[in-house]
């Protein structure tokens, strides 16, 4: 086995390691603690047929509700950060993120049209509603960004941010005007706690869907690193280093939009995601692609595995909107990045 090959075999493991820990910890920790060994022996039972006499209560709420939120939390979280890092390095602008953009917007609005307007006939599944309304919002900014002037540099990253707040609150809007004309009241509440974020209804096969998003859009861009690289100078730079500027694009736009419409259809939009993680991600292990996406993705899924537990236990006997403890530590640790940064300047 050659250096390079047991260097990532190493922090391959090491990454293996830290989530199976933070795992662990979401789901012994919540509204009532559950001693790590219970959890342990739970797993045991379910996975190997252990047979350790454990409390039937326990046990159910081990493998059905905190197992299954505290995966899905991991996976949400390490695959909205890496879309966060893939749009920032295409768009190089280092305040692109699927919220900001507009993406998280649109995705919801078409989740919201598959489960209250019927759009679909029961044909079209919620992770596709999502999809489709995630690429519509994408292709809307970008065309308003366009037709307004945006370029290279400075104007075009500004004239990006302005098209996504402009999407965003155009789909927001429409998400609004639906819930408002088709949902009862009982469908309304449901979904507005839902797009404030919300991991209740996390089960097994939310994991099946989740976690094949986030490996998936992780392993594309591990294989696309040197071309994120490339792009963090310029379209221009990428194509002269030999790189297929516009399939690269497609592709990487694609799978961010995927990994966002994905989980936005099961836990709902949750801001300061792709924007916080990678920042953070950059200052522990610098711009380096090969490093930064695989230090996102682990910072990403252990900090909403610790917000979802934050979720649980601030409030006794109630459970918060994951979206309203994400921005409550966001936003003060985004201004924290920001000083950081004109400190480091």
């Given at each position: 086995?050659?250096?390079?090959a ?13 989530l ?15 001693p ?43 695959g909205?950060?890496?879309?966060g ?23 919801s ?37 366009r ?31 639906i ?13 507005m706690?839902?797009l ?21 859009v ?23 280093l ?38 953070a ?10 490093r ?31 979206g ?10 985004f201004?924290l ?9």
């Amino acid at each position: 086995m050659t250096r390079l090959a047991a260097r990532w075999l190493g922090r391959a493991a090491l990454v293996a390691v830290l989530l199976v820990l933070a795992v662990l910890a979401g789901t012994s920790i919540g509204e009532t603690a559950i001693p790590l060994p219970v959890v342990a022996q739970t797993l045991a039972n379910k996975l190997y047929g252990a047979g350790y006499p454990l409390d039937r209560i326990d046990e159910g709420i081990v493998w059905n509700y905190r197992l299954t939120r505290a995966i899905v939390a991991a996976c949400c979280w390490a695959g909205l950060a890496v879309a966060g890092i893939i749009l920032q390095a295409l768009l190089r602008n280092a305040l692109a993120d699927p919220y900001l953009l507009g993406i998280s917007a649109g995705a919801s609005t078409g989740a919201v049209l598959v489960t209250v307007a019927g759009v679909g006939a029961g044909a079209v599944s919620l992770s596709l509603g999502a999809f489709a309304g995630a690429v519509t919002a994408f292709l809307l900014v970008a065309l308003l960004a366009r037709a307004a002037g945006g370029g290279q540099g400075a104007r075009g990253a500004g004239q990006i941010v302005l098209a996504g707040i402009a999407g965003s609150q155009l789909f927001n809007a429409l998400t609004a005007f639906i819930i408002t004309r088709s949902a009862s009241a009982e469908q309304a509440r449901g979904i507005m706690f839902w797009l404030l974020g919300n991991l209740s209804g996390a089960r097994w096969d939310n994991v099946a869907t989740a976690l094949p998003v986030a490996l998936g859009v992780t392993l594309v861009c591990l294989w696309h690193v040197r071309a994120l690289d490339a792009f963090t100078f310029g379209a221009d730079s990428a194509a002269s280093l030999g790189v297929p500027v516009r399939r690269v694009q497609v592709l990487l736009i694609l799978a961010a939009s995927l990994a966002t419409a994905v989980m936005v259809s099961i836990v709902g939009a949750i801001g300061f995601v792709g924007l916080v993680v990678p920042h953070a991600a950059r200052l522990m292990v610098g711009v380096r692609h090969t490093r930064l996406v695989p230090a996102a993705a682990l910072m990403g899924a252990m900090f909403l595995i610790a917000a979802d537990v934050l979720s649980r236990i601030l409030v006794p006997g109630q459970v918060l909107p994951i979206g309203v403890v994400t921005a409550l530590v966001g936003a003060p640790a985004f201004a924290l990045i920001l000083a950081h940064g004109r400190t480091a300047r």
